[in-house]
């Protein structure tokens, strides 16, 4: 009868809760031996200049391949090791090869490192930051954190010195996935953001000329503009998201359209192609090569 099996569903239910609970532990206990049995990589995206199509970063995303489960998404991961006070550990090891890789590319191409806001809770996040950057031999202006609105959730004094200290270091911040989050505007004027990103929802809803979308992201273009931040459009999969977001004053993009996240080697292979426009225009063999602008912007 009905209660029989809504009593079954429970006990389903309750299963399922549970299995996910021993997984999530299991997995806790799989990441705290992760970085020292290399099992966590960091793959790198592209970012390119909106007008010249050229790359000028690239963002280090965080990988886990799991012995057995395969690869686990830092969608997935990330929270776990928030949870479990691994983030800080994991973070530094992200900082430290992500300074490295910068270390391997032309000094014009920045690197770009997510934050979890859980590691301001770690006294010697900015020392981390200092060690990576100095061990490495790369300078400062080249890095780039990324930070999300939760952190404006967080209004410890020790938050705001530490990203004071960082700011005087010279690396800059760029405010992650903006609009998905709190928004509070307010923030904007205590943290110094030199870039805004646009999350990917905006980026597809107003390629597709959702209009609503299109007067946000202009707003967030206009506000940017008048504080003196850039934008970059995040999750730019097609030309056309392309396109849209160029007209809407987006000054750089991210996406597959330009690049997925990649292994360290490729990224050399991309950045020999990404030689200066004004050679690609003179150079008769390659003239016409990509369809773009003849803007060259010295970087
Ligand atoms: P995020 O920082 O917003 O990174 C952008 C995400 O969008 C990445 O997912 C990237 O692979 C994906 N993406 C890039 N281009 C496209 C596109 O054209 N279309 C679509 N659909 N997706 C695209 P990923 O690598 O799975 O990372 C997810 C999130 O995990 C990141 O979001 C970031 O919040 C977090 N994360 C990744 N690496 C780290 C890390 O080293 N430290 C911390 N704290 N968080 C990290
Ligand atoms: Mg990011
Ligand atoms: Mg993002
Ligand atoms: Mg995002």
Known sequence: DAKARGRGQVRAYDRAMHQRAEDRRALEFDLKSAIDLNQLRLVYQPVVNALDERVVAFEALLRWRHPIRGEISPAMFIPIAEESGLISRIGAWVLHEAARAAASWPRNIRIAVNLSPLQFDDPKLVETVRLALARANVAAERLELELTESLFLD??????????????????????????????????????????????????????????????????????????????????ET?????????????????????????????????????????????????????????????
């Open 155 to 236: 209004e410890r004094s020790q938050t705001a010195a530490m990203l004071a200290d960082l700011k005087a270091l010279g690396v800059s911040f760029a405010l992650d996935d903006f609009g998905t989050g709190y928004s509070s505007l307010g923030y904007l004027q205590k943290i110094p953001f030199d870039r805004i990103k646009i999350d990917r929802s905006f980026v597809q809803t107003s390629a597709r000329g959702g209009s609503e979308a299109v007067a946000i992201v202009q707003a967030i273009v206009a506000l940017a503009g008048r504080l003196g931040m850039e934008t970059t459009a995040e999750g730019t």
């Open 239 to 299: 030309r056309d998201e392309f396109e849209a977001m160029r007209r809407l004053g987006c000054t750089q993009m991210q996406g597959w359209h330009f690049g997925r996240p990649m292994a360290l080697e490729e990224t050399h292979r991309v950045l020999d192609r990404n030689r200066p426009l004004v050679e690609l225009v003179e150079g008769p063999e390659r003239s016409g090569e990509r369809p773009v602008s003849r803007l060259a912007l010295p970087m």
